[in-house]
């Protein structure tokens, strides 16, 4: 009361107040490809940040402090703006998005501190009066999620220690000024459990009761509770989650639930089995708002809403038998990978644009179920390993009997008991010392593990993915050896321009095969929008492609040269991580596959290979994808 007196008194005089900042990071930046630069603007002075390149989701940890010398009242009519640019080095900085919010309203909160808010960025910020809530999302333009503690106090005040590390469950929940964002609705059909490895299904010598939970931000629900007398499960539910949409949750958890009883007071308890996270930003588009704020139709538009599926995920345990209970537990949680394929789910997700209120559960149409019958048919494949050679084992494993051995899901792997034997290991042998480090003593007789198996087809995803990481390969090479010639300018420009020339002929041959494949019965809403991403990508590279080549061949012959030969570097660097991320599939179905280290049954290390590093598949073009991979364990 006393201090709430002498505020009131000292309304009119002069004072030193501290504004200190912590920008924590931002997410779903509208647009692709971008280098987000954060500036802060108090009291007429400007704060700025590092930019980073190539992401729409950076992360700054960055503290920024400002000092005003004000009155109360005028402190708390000063205006804080947040500022995110998409930093260009040959035109000016663009504007993505910004919040403004009075001092006034951090001043009057608990301790004068706002702690982990996500503050919404917007087109039109400066038009929306940000010191309440208000329904002007038809005229907002929301152009992402920035993260920030902020703190105003006057100087002679003690300073809050606001912690720098999350401690926030649901970032869902810290959404300034919420009350703006749609509501929609996560449509979460869960057809199936499969390939249920065997010790998951047995608990106390009986059979297990396994269930399947679906966490969006701080919603969740679960299936009914079914027993797994067998290693597949049909749930066959879907499941309605309300989700405010844009979101700042990254994922979709998928938790396997063991249901048992207590064996003392004989309650019903849940115990996590494995955990899968589908990433909300592989399965969207930013845009899709903006665009129906705007007026514009979602065809002109290549944003959309998170659709996945129908298409399998995959979980992941450990298999170790001598590491602590935390450990252990955060493996099942999914915050550490696991070592061994333990389980496949069949899902569907959909976003609704409509608000179905509160969380639902009902079981999924017999139509949708019989539409899954081309999901379910597979195709055989071979995974097929040479080991070259292993070197620097550490020197405490000299003593061991290392062998290798490999899985893709349950084929070769050792959770699995009624798989065919197949040849998914090496020999036992210790390791020997080369001179400078300890190696597998192989010489010229290299081992080779050869796992027949039975999957989904998957290659018309794939093939469009090995092209692209192709093309970001060799603009990376032709980056670095242009690099390496830098002194020679003609030298130098010919490799830009040869490498320019290259992937636009790859570009129109890809384009071509993407119309071919567009009709595909196997393919998925995903698939389709995916396609419609990859090509307007491909139209953007060709553009700034033919600018840089036409607008700068010239310029390379004088004394600019470094200066614009770098800039020319970074562009081919910048659009191979781009291409590198568009051709990440999110429905690569396929689990996988596994490398162990072993000395006997004792897991010594491990290394999870993405299947698409390892698929080849033959494209009609005029080379053929090569994968040459050292894994370190």
Known sequence: ?????????????????????????????????????????????????????????????????????????????????????????????????????????????????LQEKWLVLRADYQEIEATGETDQIASSDIRGFLKVSMNVRRSLDPTPAPSLRSMVTHDDEDILFS????????????????????????????????????????????????PALYEVVDFNEEIMLPVVWPTVVKYISFRIILVYQTKIRKKNAEKILATAHLNLSDICQSGYVNAIANGQSTSDNQGFLPVFGPSYISFYASTEQEISRKVEKAIREGRRPGDCFVARALIEVICLEENCGQICRDLITPDVVLSLKPQLRTSE?????????????????????????????????????????????????????????????????????????????????MRHSNVLQKIAKMLLHSSSLAKLKSDGKREASSIIVDAIEQACDYFAKLSKCIEQDWESPLSSSLDRHRRLVIIS????????????KYDKK??????????????????????????????????MSIPDAILSMCDGDELLAFARIPINEVILILFKLNYLVRREVIFVL
């Open 1 to 113: 009361m006393t201090e709430m007196e002498d505020e009131t008194e000292d309304l009119d005089v002069l004072q030193s107040f501290t504004v200190r900042l912590y920008i924590f990071e931002a997410r779903e930046l509208y647009g692709n490809n971008l280098n987000p630069l954060l500036r802060v603007i108090l009291d007429g002075r400007c704060r700025s940040s590092l930019s980073q390149h190539s992401t729409n989701s950076p992360r700054w940890n960055d503290s920024l402090s400002f000092t005003v010398q004000k009155s109360l009242q005028d402190m708390m009519r000063t205006c804080l703006e947040f500022r995110v640019y998409n930093a260009r080095q040959l035109a000016s900085d663009t504007l993505i998005g910004g919040f403004k919010c009075e001092l006034g309203y951090i001043y009057k909160s608990e301790r004068h501190l």
């Open 179 to 226: 009350g703006s964002l749609m509501q929609y609705t996560m449509l979460v059909r869960i057809f199936q459990l499969c390939q249920i490895a065997d010790h998951l299904r047995i608990h106390n010598n009986d059979v297990a009761k396994l269930a399947v939970q679906v966490q969006i931000g701080k919603e969740r629900e679960m299936t009914h509770v079914l």
């Open 381 to 461: 494949y071979v995974l097929l390993s040479t080991f070259f050679a292993v070197n620097m084992i550490h020197p405490k494993l000299k003593s061991k009997n290392v062998r290798f051995s490999l899985s893709i899901g349950e084929y070769g792997n050792r959770a699995y008991g009624k798989v065919p034997k197949c040849t998914a290991r090496t020999l036992s042998v210790m390791p020997a010392f080369a001179e400078k480090y300890y190696a597998m003593p192989w010489g010229n007789h290299k081992p080779v593990c050869e796992i027949p198996c039975a999957w989904e087809d998957v290659s018309f995803r």
């Open 537 to 548: 990508s491909v139209v953007k590279m060709i553009e700034d492609f033919a600018i840089l």
């Open 554 to 587: 010239d310029v390379f012959q004088i004394n600019e040269f470094c200066l614009n030969s770098q800039i020319a570097l970074n562009d081919l660097r910048q659009t191979a991580e781009l291409l590198m991320k568009i051709s990440n599939e999110p429905e």
